[in-house]
């Protein structure tokens, strides 16, 4: 029930964040040359911003409410051509200028509003995506301040509950047990949820006071007790990013580290691979007793994305198979819980081979 909650917090974040992959029929636009440019109703965009002013004391240092813009996980943020977004309904487009850090605001204008406008990037839909990014002045980059991300919350569930319909609303409410989405407990424990990092992490740790404590992970990602009203606002987040790559490990991914990045770890990078000799790559996993998906590469799957040719390829012990180039998710059954060993041939990096075993 708890992972099906979180499940439902997801779509309404989806909601949020996709803009305009919620309508049933997207129109079929082009600006400047893009077919299809992301888009994002703009009185959605507004409720965010009343959201903002109506929840404002959470973070009451924080003058205005920017939006981010951010690319895939792992990839360069804001590559390409120059970022153009507009608010356009019936009269003239309006400009919202973007900081060269991918930062924006966006203002309120009764006319687009009335006009039922939309707010319009000149960049295909799943490129980049906007966020809310409520940062109290004077923080270091890597530290986010719990009141903040608490309001971040309450903006992006403004936007969503705009955009989504009263039947869908209903339904997460239901699922929820609350209207207040930022708020789900589950057999009266509120729910952790997860907000993004601009770099890849470590690990996060939560201070408040004397009070510390270590917070869950992903790659791009760190789990806030939003909900839990024994942390203050004043609590602070401090990421630890994962080491920057060097020149030469971008220039080729080989030379990053590998990872095991599955269901036994909640898709994070948390065990890697040692380079036994060039090419051979080695790790033992004590996996428990059920089905196990996952995939090798490095931080994130950014870069290399090891998997199966074929979907539902099922890994047969000891037995070596073939991986393709972003692959389908491998398959393991653990019949009974147990150490296992990988072992990744990539000597010829076109055709890579792994072989799991159960060991003794």
Known sequence: MR?????????????????????????????????????????????????????HALAPSVP?????????????????????????????????PIAQDGTFAVPRVQSAIDDDADLILNRKKGVLKGYPDIRTPGLPENVRRLGDLRLECQVMIAIAKKEMGLMMKLFVNTVAMTTNWCDMSFDK???????????????????????????????????????????????RIELRY???????EKANPWLQTLFVTGSMSDWASRNPLRRVEEGIYAAELDLDKGSHSFKVGTRGLAAISLGAPAPEQQLADGVAVPLAKQGKRLHLKVESAGRYAFMLDARDKEAPTLRVARLP
Do not use: C
């Open 64 to 96: 205005e409410l920017r939006f981010r813009l951010t690319g895939r996980e792992g990839q360069e943020q804001l590559a390409g051509d120059a970022l153009y977004l507009r608010i356009v309904g019936n009269g003239e487009p309006i400009p919202v």
């Open 189 to 235: 424990k509120k729910i952790r949820f997860a907000f993004r990092s601009l770099r890849p992490l470590e690990s996060a740790e939560i201070t408040d006071g004397e009070r510390r404590e270590q917070i869950d992970t992903g790659d791009f990602s760190f789990r806030s007790p939003i909900g839990e009203s024994d942390w203050s606002n004043e609590a």
């Open 242 to 248: 994962a080491p920057e790559l060097t020149p030469e």
């Open 3 to 55: 992972k099906f909650q979180q499940y439902v917090f997801a779509i309404a974040v989806a909601f949020a964040a996709g803009g305009a992959a919620a309508q049933e029929t997207p129109p079929s636009v082009e600006v400047q040359g893009v077919k299809n440019p992301d888009m994002k109703s703009y009185r959605a965009v507004v409720a965010g911003l009343d959201a903002f002013e109506e929840h």
